[in-house]
Structures are given as C-alpha cells and as structure tokens.
C-alpha cells in the first residue's frame, strides 16, 4: 500500500506562506487531497489534486489564497500557502483514494493519510 508522508509545516507570522509537500511511496494515480485539523475542530478539506488533467479543488476558506500543484514524475503534492493567517494554525494532512471524477471533500473518503505537518500562525 501507498504511504504518505508530509513536511514543510512550522511556525510563520499571519500575511506569510508556506508551502507542504506530500510524497507519496511509490507512483500512484490516486487523487490527493490536503485536509487540516485544528484543536477542538472537525477536518476540513483544503484542497484535492487529481491524478490526470492539472484538475484541482479547494475549500471555500483557502480559495484564491491556497495553490495545490502535482509533480507525479515525483510522486509528490504540493500545497502552496499565502496569505497565511492564524485561522489557518492546524495539523495539516494529506490522504489518497482511488481516482474519480469528482475530487471527495469527505476526509472518510480517503483510505490513506498521512501523519501530518504543523502549521502554526502567529498574529
């Protein structure tokens, strides 16, 4: 099975970027999804890359400010943060699923995550 592994996280002051990566274990044509978490709150899907056609979506919270790009000769997701305010502090993660026309926002969805990087951002 493919596995995921993140980095990139760390702290940043709020108006600055970040950018997360994800590799995955080996090539995959899965979709890759980022998700976050913050303390108290429910995972929140912040943007998905499919495996074909540059096609890409994102959560209404990080739009136009967030940019997920896709290196597959890599086997590697990024996540392309500016703008960063402290709303945007959490445990960042990235999952995987079976590629389908419709990029999933259910973090269920997603049979394969990873463990996460920390985004913390200062005001």
């Known amino acids: 099975q493919v596995q995921l592994a993140e980095s990139g996280g760390g702290l940043v002051q709020a108006g600055g970027s970040l950018k997360l990566a994800c590799v995955a274990s080996?090539?995959?044509?899965?979709?890759i999804a980022w998700f976050r978490q913050a303390p108290g709150k429910e995972r929140e899907f912040v943007s998905g890359?499919?495996?074909?056609?540059?096609?890409?979506s994102y959560g209404d919270s990080v739009k136009g400010r967030f940019t997920t790009s896709r290196d597959n000769a890599r086997n590697t997701v990024y996540l392309q943060m500016n703008g960063l305010t402290p709303e945007d502090t959490a445990l960042y993660f990235c999952?995987?699923?079976?590629?389908?026309?419709?990029?999933?926002?259910?973090?269920?969805?997603?049979?394969?995550r990873g463990q996460g990087t920390q985004v913390t951002v200062s005001s």
């Open positions: 999952a995987a699923r079976v590629d389908t026309v419709e990029i999933k926002r259910d973090p269920g969805a997603y049979a394969i």
């Open positions: 080996a090539r995959t044509s899965y979709t």
């Open positions: 890359a499919r495996w074909i056609g540059g096609i890409t």
